[in-house]
């Protein structure tokens, strides 16, 4: 089994930043990408940017020179940096991960919010 805890999400003027944390335990060598999504109110969930065990990354258009993903394999920990926020940018926040038998695993979820 693999956990994955969220932190980092808050309250936040447009174009300001944040920056997310998603801490993984369990059978975590068996993971092979880790990623963000979002859900906002009445929207369907998306993906916001991944990352594979070769720091390969990948971002939706919306993210693309605003968002960067990293992630600290010593810490079993993968971070979101979210610049030049937009109140476009609100919703929750969740981490995924990806085992190599295509197993999903999600995190509870963080809160984003914009003000304009």
């Known amino acids: 089994q693999v956990r994955l805890v969220e932190s980092g999400g808050g309250l936040v003027q447009a174009g300001g930043s944040l920056r997310l944390s998603c801490a993984a335990s369990?059978?975590?060598?068996?993971?092979?990408?880790m990623g963000w999504y979002r859900q906002a109110p009445g929207k369907q969930r998306e993906l916001v940017a991944t990352?594979?065990?070769?720091?390969?990354?990948d971002y939706a258009d919306s993210a693309k020179g605003r968002f960067t993903i990293a992630r600290d394999n010593a810490k079993n920990t993968v971070y979101l940096q979210m610049n030049s926020l937009k109140p476009e940018d609100t919703a929750v926040y969740y981490c995924?991960?990806?085992?190599?038998?295509?197993?999903?695993?999600w995190g509870q979820g963080t809160q984003v919010t914009v003000s304009s």
């Open positions: 990352i594979d065990n070769f720091s390969v990354t």
């Open positions: 369990g059978v975590i060598f068996s993971l092979k990408v």
């Open positions: 995924n991960a990806i085992s190599s038998i295509a197993r999903h695993y």
